[in-house]
Structures are given as C-alpha cells and as structure tokens.
C-alpha cells in the first residue's frame, strides 16, 4: 500500500513538472537564437583606420597630435604599434600596412613636423 501511495506522488510530482515544462516551452521563440560572430579587424585594417581618420577628422587629428598614447587606448593595437603610430616612425608603419598614400600619411608629417630639432 506504501510503494502505491508513494508511486502515485512520484507520478502526480512527474505530470506537475512536464506541465511546468509545457508552459515553460510555450515562452521559447519558435526558431532557435541565431549565433553572430562579430569580426576582430586585423591590426593592419585598424592601423588604417587610425590613419584615414586622421586625414578625414581635424578634431580627431589634434587630438592625436595633443595626446596620441591617449587617443590610441582607443584601439586595439600592440604597444609596439601604438609607439610607431605615436612616434610617426614612417618605415615600421609601411611595413605592416603598405606604402601609404599623401592622404593617409597627413598624420605622419603632422607628428614629424611637432618633432624639435
């Protein structure tokens, strides 16, 4: 008699949760949550970036030329590559991106011309 009194709970406590369960599922959107893999953008791509903002930007541009260890926080780079965007050291930054055009140097002479001799 104890086993079947005990079985009964067992059965009613079953049926609660699967109701639960149900009213639970009936909540769930109907198609399942899609995954989006947000893109890094490489070191060269965000070299770049700072670059053609620089040309584009004046606000941007004495900003950089103000604080550039300050500004370059902002963007995922080395320290290496923030030294060599800070220092304008032409040669290193061509050798990770490319020869840069007159447009995307506008930083590098801006930073070359604060320099004092």
């Given at each position: ?33 899609q995954?989006?893999?947000?893109r ?52 290193r ?25």
């Amino acid at each position: 008699m104890e086993k079947a009194v005990t079985g009964n709970k067992r059965q009613e406590g079953f049926i609660q949760v699967s109701k639960l369960v149900e009213e639970l599922e009936k909540d769930l959107p109907a198609e399942p949550a899609q995954i989006v893999e947000k893109r890094v953008p490489t070191a060269r791509e965000t070299i770049l970036e700072v670059l053609e903002r620089a040309a584009d930007d004046h606000q941007f541009l004495a900003r950089l030329a103000e604080d550039p260890a300050k500004v370059l926080r902002e963007y995922n780079l080395t320290s290496e590559e923030r030294a060599a965007l800070a220092s304008g050291d032409l040669r290193r930054i061509e050798s990770w991106v490319g020869k840069l055009d007159k447009r995307l140097s506008t930083w590098i002479w801006c930073r070359l011309q604060q320099e004092k001799w």
